[in-house]
Structures are given as C-alpha cells and as structure tokens.
C-alpha cells in the first residue's frame, strides 16, 4: 500500500509536532532538574541535622520508661497496666521508624557528596558552599570572594548543572 503525497505530508506534520513537543518537554524537564538540584543543595545541610537529632531520639527512646508517661492516657483492655512487651514493641516500632529516617537521609547524602566530589576541585566551589549552606545570598557572596553578583550566578549555574549531571545521568543530558 503507497501513501498519497498527502497523506506523507499528513505524516510529516505530525512527526515534526511530536519531535517540538519532545524538545520542549525536555527543556522544561532540564529546567526542572536544575531546580531539583537547588532545592536537593539546599537541603543537604538539613539532613546531615537530621541525622545526629534522629539518632539522639533513638537513645532516648531506648533509655525512656514509655509505659509510665502520665501525659498519655490510654485505655486499655488490661485495665490500665500494659504488658511489657506491648511497650518493647512500640519502643521497636519508634526505633524503627528513625532508623527508617536515617537510612533514607544517608542515602540522599551519599548521592548528594558523590555529585559534590565533580566540582569540589573547581575554584569555585566555595560559592556553592556559600550560597546553599551557608544561606548567604548573591551579594554577600559576591562580596565575600570579590567578584560581581553577575559572575556568581554564572559560576554558581555553572556548578549547579555539573552537579545535576552526576545526580539525574543521561536523564539530564539534552
């Protein structure tokens, strides 16, 4: 069966649509991405927190006595006196549920140091370090290593996609 020169024309038009609509979902999928890395930066500090705080509730919760709290009252078919093991198993499940945290966390810092280790070496890494952990903004970055607010936001977009290279692979590539 031979197409028409229509229909070829027909079948031309549509590819050449779907091949914009392609490109433009991956731009806005690049853009997207380097957002995710920002935000993903930002956080990094945080969880490298979260993670000692976790850990310091997990021996508390190991040294707590949760069956005598008086500011929970719970009602139960044993007349008020829980048994032991009720309260080992909840003190399991609270543990757990941190370690669960923890887990997690790490995980996103190892992702995140892996991708830090590509522009570590870079002049100006400290700018990332800066801006994103430290919570300076432009100006008193700029001020702080002497170059123009202009030259921190193209070093610092420059990193960001370096860094967003190493976190999203051949996703990121455009």
């Known amino acids: 069966m031979a197409l028409s020169k229509k229909d070829l024309q027909e079948l031309g038009d549509v590819i ?5 609509k392609a490109v433009g979902v991956g731009r806005r999928a690049g853009k997207n991405r380097y957002k ?3 935000r993903r930066l ?4 945080e969880l490298k927190k979260n993670i000692e705080e976790y850990r ?3 021996e508390d919760i190991r040294r707590e006595d949760l069956g005598k709290s008086k500011d929970i009252v719970k009602f139960s078919i044993h007349g008020g006196n829980i048994p032991q093991e009720d309260i080992e198993e909840k ?3 609270l543990i757990e549920n941190l370690e669960s945290r923890i887990a997690g966390d790490l995980y996103e810092i190892r992702q995140m140091e892996r991708a830090l280790e590509r522009v570590k070496g870079d002049e100006h890494f400290p700018i990332i370090e800066a801006y ?4 300076c903004d432009t100006e008193e970055v700029a001020e702080r290593y002497h170059y123009s607010d202009r030259t921190i936001q193209r070093c610092r977009k ?4 370096i860094i967003s290279d ?4 051949a996703d990121e590539v455009r």
Do not use: C, S
Not at 158 to 161: K, Q, R
Not at 166 to 169: D, F, I, K, Q
């Open 158 to 161: 420059n990193l960001v996609n």
């Open 42 to 45: 930002f956080r990094y500090p």
């Open 132 to 135: 994103y952990f430290e919570k």
């Open 56 to 58: 310091a509730d997990i």
């Open 16 to 20: 050449e649509k779907a091949i914009r």
């Open 36 to 38: 995710e890395t920002e």
């Open 166 to 169: 190493a976190l999203y692979g």
């Open 91 to 93: 003190r399991q499940k």
